[in-house]
């Protein structure tokens, strides 16, 4: 019988990590022999300079090295290798991730990405009543708040929708929220993005919650967007349900993500769909992905030791300083909207922008389209926010500083035409 040793490394993933320069204990963000040493280990297209790298994020060398051994593996071994070790080999995985995350085994399950998370959460909160309220806010994923809505008939509670202060500062988005909370006092249910992803904008989620659970409301935080792009535990959340991808800013494969349910909250999510596979009292409960790409989720270990070694406080640097280098470039400039304060707080890689009056699906589209065709850069249009669409620039950890000064030049001359 096949053995599974979730320990093993290829030799050129060992070598790679080995020749990682140390993480500079100063000057960090700004490194950029660090940088380019972490560059070496992503292959990229040269088509275009890619600043959309919101989507997913790219796997490194050594971890796809690592993605493409274990793919073999389950392709030439098949069932003699997954079922007489699924049970093991799942509980390392998530032990792993568990212990990345900052909380217990028995707090997290594994997913197919975030979104597959929220909805399972959104959809098995049974702590509404009819006539009670949900919150959620014009930043949240799309799909997540049409989940929120689907409640009224669901459980014939009233969604409200927030808009999020703009420009948003740390006191008005508390203020914002509290004012919500006392003008509904039944709000029973609370959606918050920890980075909000169309604009980057980081929501202050820790007080919200806090705020909200005063307030009799259960917390449901996406952080799909923040895990790995800043350096936080999960716990440090402050709330009991938390949507996590590995495959963003973490650098696992696509169709890696998680999902967090404090222990103390495991039974107001009812077990998925009447599962019965598991205890009511086991998370696992909670969640029925069917068959995942076991590769994938194989590989995870890989990418959390890599995530390790660059560490999540280098890449938090690293990429607000790439997101500061062009923001400070371009927020003096007329007809030029940056839609993410300069409060490190409240802001990370990810930020949006919009042309003045360019608020539509259509305006957008255009803008990322003479970014592409006009400067070689690559950036998406994002819809969700109340004032109208923008534009999303996200650059990743090898994302070099020449690559955002072309991004600069672009806008320069697209506000210039106005």
């Not at 098949?78 to 568990?98: F, K, N, Y």
């Not at 920890?194 to 952080?223: N, Q, R, W, Y």
């Not at 802001?347 to 608020?359: E, M, N, P, S």
């Not at 109208?388 to 996200?394: L, M, N």
Request: charged letters at 25%.
């Amino acid at each position: 019988m096949p053995e599974l040793d979730l320990d093993y490394r290829l030799p050129e993933f060992d070598a790679a990590l080995a020749d990682l320069p140390a993480t500079p204990t100063s000057g960090l963000a700004n490194d950029e022999h660090y940088w380019s040493a972490v560059r070496a280990l992503y292959r990229q297209s040269d088509e275009l300079i890619n600043l959309e790298h919101g989507f997913w994020g790219a796997m490194a060398e050594p971890v796809k090295a690592m993605f493409h051994h274990w793919t073999e593996r389950i392709n030439c071994e098949t069932t003699l290798l997954v079922r007489p070790h699924w049970s093991a080999m799942m509980d390392t995985v998530r032990g792993e991730v568990a212990a990345a995350m900052g909380c217990g085994i028995d707090e997290i399950e594994l997913t197919r990405n975030a979104t597959e998370a929220l909805l399972a959460l959104i959809s098995g909160y049974n702590r509404l009543e009819p006539g009670d309220t949900v919150l959620y806010s014009d930043l949240d994923y799309p799909c997540a708040k049409d989940a929120m809505e689907w409640l009224r008939q669901r459980r014939g509670v009233t969604p409200v929708h927030l808009t999020i202060p703009e420009p948003a500062t740390r006191e008005n988005v508390l203020d914002a929220y509290a004012r919500a909370l006392r003008a509904h006092p039944r709000t029973r249910l609370v959606l918050l993005s920890h980075v909000c992803f169309a604009t980057g904008l980081v929501l202050p989620v820790s007080e919200i919650a806090a705020m909200a659970e005063a307030a009799g409301a259960g917390v449901i935080v996406d952080a799909a967007h923040s895990w790995g792009q800043l350096d936080f535990d999960v716990p440090s959340l402050g709330a009991p349900f938390v949507a996590l991808n590995l495959h963003k800013w973490i650098g696992a494969p696509l169709g890696c993500g998680a999902v967090h349910i404090r222990l103390d909250s495991l039974d107001a999510i009812d077990p998925y769909l009447g599962d019965r596979s598991w205890p009511a009292d086991d998370i696992r409960s909670r969640i029925h992905t069917g068959s995942p790409n076991f590769a994938a989720w194989l590989t995870v270990p890989a990418a959390l030791q890599l995530h390790r070694k660059i560490g999540a406080h280098a890449k938090e640097a690293r990429l607000r300083a790439l997101r500061n280098a062009w923001v400070g470039s371009v927020r003096e400039l007329p007809g030029v909207e940056v839609l993410t304060p300069d409060d490190p707080s409240m802001v990370a890689g990810i930020t949006a922008f919009r042309l003045h009056g360019r608020k539509s699906k259509a305006d957008n589209d255009a803008i990322v389209g003479a970014l592409r065709e006009r400067f070689g850069v690559f950036t998406v249009a994002r819809v969700g926010p109340d004032s109208g669409d923008v534009v999303r620039v996200t650059p990743a950890v090898f994302t070099r500083m020449q690559d955002v000064e072309r991004l600069i030049e672009g806008l320069g001359v697209l506000a210039r035409e106005g």
